[in-house]
């Protein structure tokens, strides 16, 4: 996830977007504002079929240059 260490609020989702839950270590969590996405993070979202292309395009891992 690109978003690793990032605040849940400061991140834009796309405008019909919500994100409902964060699986941790096997455990729920409601996300808040000021929780932070960590690695391994699941997260589960709420969207339109319009929106969901760019969700998945922004949570997609970036590739690097030189790299498949």
Known sequence: NPHVG???GDIVFPPD???VGII??????????DDALEAHDELLFLTTV??????STMMRPKTRPGRG
């Open 6 to 8: 990032r605040r849940v």
């Open 17 to 19: 977007t919500l994100l």
């Open 24 to 33: 941790r270590d096997d455990r729920p969590i409601a996300p808040t504002d």
């Open 50 to 55: 319009d929106d969901e292309p760019e969700l």
